[in-house]
């Protein structure tokens, strides 16, 4: 059974820094390249972040560039985001994704900034 499974989702004050994980289980996981997704309240699924199947590039959407990085550990099943100077801008909630011939999606994780 195919599981991203998302974490580390929560409320940072504006400034602050926050980390998402997300744990693969059910495919092979060093097949797929990783995406992370953003959906806002109200506003369509935006792609944040990509990193290919060894980890070796990357690629970001304009309004992260800079203050969010992705990674990947292929002998944990996991891809990261780590996120810094977040912003109110940047609250939504954050999915992963898993897309080679096919694609997978996690439940997401919320992630609220506010002061």
């Known amino acids: 059974q195919v599981q991203l499974v998302e974490s580390g989702g929560g409320l940072v004050q504006p400034g602050g820094s926050l980390t998402l994980s997300c744990a693969a289980s059910?495919?092979?996981?060093?097949?797929?390249?990783m995406r992370w997704y953003r959906q806002a309240p109200g506003k369509e699924r935006d792609l944040v972040a990509l990193?290919?199947?060894?980890?070796?590039?990357?690629r970001y959407a304009d309004s992260v560039k800079g203050r969010f990085t992705i990674s990947r550990d292929n002998a944990k099943n996991t891809v990261y985001l780590q996120m810094n100077s977040l912003q109110p801008d940047d609250t939504a909630v954050y999915y992963c994704?898993?897309?080679?011939?096919?694609?997978?999606w996690g439940q997401g994780t919320q992630v609220t900034v506010s002061s």
């Open positions: 994704n898993a897309v080679r011939s096919v694609e997978y």
């Open positions: 059910g495919f092979t996981f060093t097949n797929y390249a």
């Open positions: 990193i290919n199947m060894a980890g070796s590039s990357s």
